[in-house]
């Protein structure tokens, strides 16, 4: 059961840092940081065959391999600025967690545009 591994590593390193914020609160970032690190770092295995299930997904529906790219770009986008944001948070630092947080906003925005463009291409070639 990884998901007992995953959370009693957390756990772990939640108890850790805590006892050390006493002490050294600028280690118990680094700490919650690294926790996070090695957290991704053991779930890219499980990333990547999600990924490969929608490859295949994409190609037998037809789906041109540039929405799919983005498609994924956008949720790597919004998974990365999440986890950026919660680091910025434990730090205290909030107000920087909201700004990483505007700016995948907008990166998602941009590279949403092409599709939103194709999508409003195929909606105007059905009506007459």
Same mark, same amino acid.
């Given at each position: 059961?990884? $998901? +007992?591994?995953?959370?009693? %590593? &957390?756990? #772990?390193?939640? /108890?850790?840092? =805590?006892?050390? @914020?006493?002490?050294?609160?600028?280690?118990?970032?680094?700490?919650?940081?690294?926790?996070?690190? $090695? +957290?991704?770092?053991?779930? %890219? &295995?499980? #990333?990547?065959? /999600?990924?490969? =299930?929608?490859? @295949?997904?994409?190609?037998?529906?037809?789906?041109?391999?540039?929405?799919?790219?983005?498609?994924?770009? +956008?949720?790597?986008?919004?998974?990365?600025?999440?986890?950026?944001?919660?680091?910025?948070?434990?730090?205290?630092?909030?107000?920087?967690?909201?700004?990483?947080?505007?700016?995948?906003?907008?990166?998602?925005?941009?590279?949403?545009?092409?599709?939103?463009?194709?999508?409003?291409?195929?909606?105007?070639?059905?009506?007459?």
């Amino acid at each position: 059961m990884e $998901i +007992i591994e995953i959370v009693g %590593l &957390g756990i #772990i390193g939640m /108890i850790m840092s =805590v006892v050390i @914020k006493q002490y050294q609160p600028e280690f118990a970032v680094q700490l919650s940081l690294v926790v996070g690190i $090695i +957290i991704f770092v053991l779930m %890219l &295995g499980k #990333i990547s065959v /999600i990924i490969d =299930v929608l490859k @295949k997904l994409a190609t037998r529906a037809n789906v041109d391999m540039v929405y799919f790219q983005t498609i994924l770009k +956008i949720i790597g986008i919004a998974y990365i600025a999440e986890f950026g944001a919660q680091v910025c948070r434990d730090a205290g630092e909030g107000v920087i967690a909201t700004k990483i947080e505007f700016a995948a906003k907008l990166l998602i925005m941009v590279l949403g545009i092409p599709i939103m463009l194709a999508i409003l291409e195929s909606v105007m070639q059905l009506l007459p």
